[in-house]
């Protein structure tokens, strides 16, 4: 096995494959050996060859869990590599429920999660956590803490400005909105959300009175309250990425609104910061079955029934 995985470091899949085949010779059982095999046909560009083989130690429930998630992890960057993004991202989830501790699923998942999905504040977690793990190279977590980290957080900002808007904000202008807004609540349902609508406009950071129109908008006016309040739902997730209530909130708004594919988008993202989050998969999952997208839809069902199983 060292041969093999000497050869693995080396990127060189035809020693790294003669000698995994060696092992597996000598010790037919040997699930590192086939893991190697797997790798060793990735490097010789086999996609299909490394999938089965990676297949054959993710399945084998007796398995150490440290070993299966490398497998998962393996699978997951074959996947990467053969744009089925989607499938690789729950291999990498499966690959971290087996081991918390796998820095490369770690990783490979930020970059899935920045370079294809946009999910950049997700993608930082991914990456700080995988710098965190125990024997991550020096130089890799340089790289992530120097390089990686510092240029998702300039997107995140960029992306809240975008949320925001760039114009000048006027926050105690908005503050007296909002304090005349909730007197009139009660009274007057309408008049208040025009107050909150003016301190949302004086000033698109502020959280009270958006929380207060996504409350009233869809009550107060029932054809445009929902287009309003799903953009006041965007701005508190820019503002507050990991609030999970943001999401499953503004997800339940646009899916009673038969708004399916809005709500399906709102919640990939929220899954994102929580994987295993079972009422926000179970929304998900209605969401994209509503909307047709039903390999994604199977995809996270199988993903959800094995957090059921505790598998």
Known sequence: MQQALEGLARRDGAKS???????????????????????????RK???????QFAAVTGEKT????IRSAAWGARGVVEMSQKDHDAARLSFLRSLR????????HYHLGRLLHEVFRFDEAAAEQFGLAAACPGVPDERVKKIREQILPSLKKSVQ??????????????????????????????????????????FAADRTCEAAANKL????????????VDKALDA???LIALRPSRLANYRSAALLAYENKRWAVAAKLLDRGVAHYP???PTLDLLISSLRKAGKTKEQEGWSAYRGELKEGR
């Open 233 to 235: 739902y965007r701005v």
């Open 46 to 52: 086999d996609a299909k060859a490394a999938l089965v």
């Open 63 to 66: 398995l150490p869990a440290a």
């Open 214 to 225: 996504v409350e009233l908008l869809p009550k107060v006016n029932k054809t445009t309250g």
């Open 276 to 278: 295993d989050d079972i």
């Open 158 to 199: 960029e992306r809240l400005a975008a949320a925001t808007g760039t114009g000048a904000r006027d926050a105690k202008r908005a503050a007296k909105l909002v304090a005349e807004g909730d007197a009139l609540q009660k009274k007057n349902p309408g008049a208040a959300v025009q107050k909150y609508e003016a301190a």
């Open 17 to 43: 494959a003669t000698a995994a085949e060696t092992a597996l010779e000598l010790c037919p059982e040997s699930a590192e050996a086939v893991l190697a095999r797997g790798q060793a046909a990735f490097l």
């Open 98 to 105: 087996l081991d918390p501790r796998n820095a490369a699923s």
